[in-house]
């Protein structure tokens, strides 16, 4: 009962915060579309491309793509959404054409953008989906997903705008299928744009292992209740990962093989970060602000996570991943429907307690973080590319749309 409260506490917080994300939609959009028009009918109108991650980041398909038209192709008006206050900004700073997430001038170019290209949903729209209602004012724009990652369970998309659907493989697309027609029309399969960039450079440091686990939707619906840490701390999802990082066994493998632990919880867990302190100075909790994903993936030489499919990035390296699925009966019913069979077709051994954790941590140190050639013969099977071409393919997809 308890929790049913807190689900429809969190469900007029959502509807709070959707109000607040479409007022400015009521007071700015309308006097800058009305511009629009008077500016278009003079005849002075480009074809903008919009480009945006979450908005506080630049280190994902997004950025990849936007580096590599501004470096190859400097005469497309091409745009990133990134806040000033964003670790990412200096970064990207140096190929200029930087927007103000939500800002007036963000706004100016949505109206103006004839494509609009995010990792995310309408992520390069101001305040995200709270655009949907005002895009029937405008002449029809170009959506496309260059995505955040590989999907690989079962997942509907019945958005009817999307133009270009991204995906890395026949299988992901196959997880798709019952998605409306337009999105079905609309899936290509080219590739990550950052996988372009993801080479290994385990070799050039200390041995690293990188633990990155994903959120839990159960705890995300209630994430805006007052007493959500308690909530949270309670939770199995806390107590296994954190106990992991506190295992005495696991020390002392660190310590013999002078190996470091980075634990990055995922960008929704981000806030409680400081909640899993360890004390042992060889288990480094790593802050969004602070690491990069994809450097700390090419680093790093084994990678510990329960479904995220972070997995396929770091094993496209051929590396060893460990599978730590301890809640996975709850995870299947409350979250996703896999069409990914992890017996079948992970890219590692799994394991459902601490000690095989350990066990299997052990036994992949001793073998000198060697990837098993069962499951090299699996990521065979896993990319329809592994030619650092992916951008590029998606840039000429993205350009065709006229």
């Not at 680093?299 to 990035?313: E, G, N, P």
Request: one cysteine or more; glycine letters at 4%.
């Amino acid at each position: 009962m308890k929790v049913k409260f807190y689900k429809f506490k969190s469900k007029l917080y959502k509807l709070a915060s959707y109000i607040k994300r479409i007022a400015p939609y009521i007071y700015m959009f309308l006097p800058l579309y009305l511009k629009f028009l008077v500016k278009t009918k003079s005849g002075s109108e480009e074809d903008i491309w919009l480009i945006s991650e979450r908005g506080d980041e630049a280190r994902d398909n997004g950025y990849h793509l936007f580096e590599f038209i501004r470096i190859n192709y400097p005469d497309i008006p091409v745009y990133f959404v990134l806040d000033k206050e964003s670790s990412d900004y200096s970064k990207v700073s140096k190929y200029r054409n930087l927007i103000q997430p939500n800002s007036k001038e963000h706004f100016e170019m949505f109206i103006q953008a004839k494509k609009l290209i995010s990792t995310h949903m309408y992520g390069a729209a101001p305040y995200g989906k709270a655009c949907l209602p005002f895009l029937r004012f405008m002449e029809k724009k170009h959506h496309i997903n260059i995505r955040h990652g590989i999907t690989f369970s079962k997942f509907k998309v019945k958005d009817k705008n999307i133009d270009l659907f991204i995906c890395s493989s026949e299988l992901e697309k196959e997880c798709y299928r019952e998605s409306s027609q337009n999105v079905l029309e609309a899936i290509k399969v080219l590739g990550l744009c950052r996988y372009d960039k993801l080479i290994d450079e385990s070799k050039e440091n200390h041995s690293i292992i990188l633990v990155m686990p994903t959120f839990r939707k159960w705890l995300e619906d209630l994430s805006r209740v007052p007493n959500y840490k308690e909530i949270f701390m309670n939770d199995d999802y806390f107590t296994k990962w954190k106990g992991l990082l506190e295992n005495k066994q696991l020390h002392r493998i660190l310590e013999k093989g002078n190996i470091q632990l980075i634990f990055y919880p995922h960008y929704r867990s981000q806030k409680f970060i400081d909640k899993y302190q360890v004390d042992n100075n060889r288990v480094i909790l790593a802050k969004k602000e602070d690491y990069d994903i994809q450097s700390l993936l090419k680093k790093s030489s084994l990678l510990i996570t329960d479904y995220s499919s972070v997995h396929f990035d770091f094993a496209y390296m051929k590396k060893p991943v460990l599978y730590y699925q301890f809640d996975k009966k709850k995870f299947n019913k409350d979250h996703y429907q896999f069409k990914y069979s992890y017996d079948e077709a992970g890219l590692g051994p799994i394991c459902k307690t601490e000690g095989e954790v350990i066990d299997k941590i052990n036994s992949i140190v001793n073998n000198n973080f060697l990837m098993g050639e069962k499951y090299q013969k699996r990521l065979k099977n896993t990319f329809k590319y592994q030619d650092q071409n992916n951008t590029k393919r998606n840039f000429e997809e993205i350009k065709k749309l006229k």
